[in-house]
């Protein structure tokens, strides 16, 4: 194997590999069905949001559902186009084969369709990597992406490195050869997911986009101090924090995690409001959720409906990393 990324791996970067490591095996060993009748659906429209923010979409959490449920949106026709073609995206996941540089531009034609001429074909001009209207990073020429993608792949195809640590490098020198005219931030976030989730498969469903976005400028700074220390040190270890948190807030989110709550705790909330459920298969906030169930004191609604159903899992919170937030609000997966 001739090309070799240029990285170091510092001792945090090692301790977060085994902190990641151990919070997988816990998360593993939680009712995988429950996890994911409850979680998957809030927590890929939670991905698809996060990873189309950080280029500029501002369709909310709302809009991407109701996107997926094909109903109506109003908002620009480019970024509806890009939420539908990133669900598109994500509803393959499991079909995307993330050694495969062919798989790879396959992805890029649904991403990007209808949105830019070159569908799956490496760019033919110079591009760089921005942060607002910051040049962070300027690309290779365009007539050596086809050899440094083949070189990455290939490094990809044979590393002895733990994915935690490949996946992040490809992730970095994905960024940095910029192979597309457009779409490249979006294909880099979506390839390190694939090549996480086939090494462990509960990757398929961790919302890390999100904690990007909530940390976008340290993201381009991750990327731009790599660059010039010829060293994707920084980048590995944001995005090794990065999975790191969501782990930890899916953790505090699932429902096995918090079992102080007993069942009868829920059945009692449901006997009193039995259309609960199916007015929380959209997002809702606080004020409309009390609205629903009648009631006019805010404690009492908090104590006797929305604390035992988050600690149950039965709602969940479509900003988990900001929980007081003004824009928080919840969503019902009713397990079958």
């Known amino acids: 194997m001739s090309y070799q990324p240029p990285f170091t791996l510092s001792a945090k970067t090692l301790n977060l590999i085994a902190s990641i490591s151990e919070k997988l095996g816990r998360l593993s060993a939680l009712d995988e069905q429950a996890q994911a009748l409850r979680l998957r659906r809030v927590n890929q429209i939670r991905t698809i949001q996060g990873s189309l923010a950080i280029e500029g979409n501002t369709l909310s959490v709302e809009q991407i559902t109701a996107v997926l449920d094909g109903k109506p949106v109003i908002a620009p026709p480019k970024e509806v186009q890009e939420v539908k073609n990133a669900l598109a995206v994500y509803e393959k996941f499991d079909d995307w084969h993330p050694l495969n540089e062919q798989a790879m531009l396959k992805a890029h034609r649904v991403l990007m369709l209808g949105l830019v001429e070159q569908l799956g074909m490496y760019r033919s001009g110079g591009v760089g990597v921005m942060s607002g209207k910051e040049v962070v990073h300027m690309a290779p020429p365009a007539n050596q992406v086809p050899r440094l993608i083949g070189n990455l792949f290939n490094w990809l195809q044979q590393t002895d490195h733990h994915p935690l640590i490949a996946s992040a490098v490809f992730h970095y020198e994905f960024e940095f050869i910029h192979p597309f005219a457009d779409g490249n931030g979006r294909m880099g976030r979506l390839w ?122 039965w709602l969940i919170q479509t900003l988990p990393d900001k929980p007081n937030s003004p824009k928080q609000k919840y969503i019902c997966e009713k397990l079958e």
């Open 192 to 313: 390190q997911s694939l090549i996480l989730a086939k090494w462990n498969p509960l990757f398929a469903n961790l919302p890390i986009e999100s904690l990007v976005y909530a940390h976008q400028a340290d993201y381009y700074q991750a990327i731009g101090e790599s660059t010039e220390q010829t060293d994707c040190a920084p980048f590995i270890e944001f995005m090794l924090t990065v999975i790191d948190t969501t782990l930890t807030e899916q953790l505090n989110t699932t429902p096995q995690a918090t079992p102080q709550v007993t069942p009868q705790a829920v059945i009692d909330v449901l006997q009193k409001h039995p259309d609960l459920v199916t007015f929380c298969q959209m997002p809702r906030s606080r004020v409309e959720l009390q609205a629903f169930c009648n009631l006019k004191d805010r404690e009492h609604f908090r104590k006797t409906v929305l604390k035992p159903l988050l600690e149950a899992g």
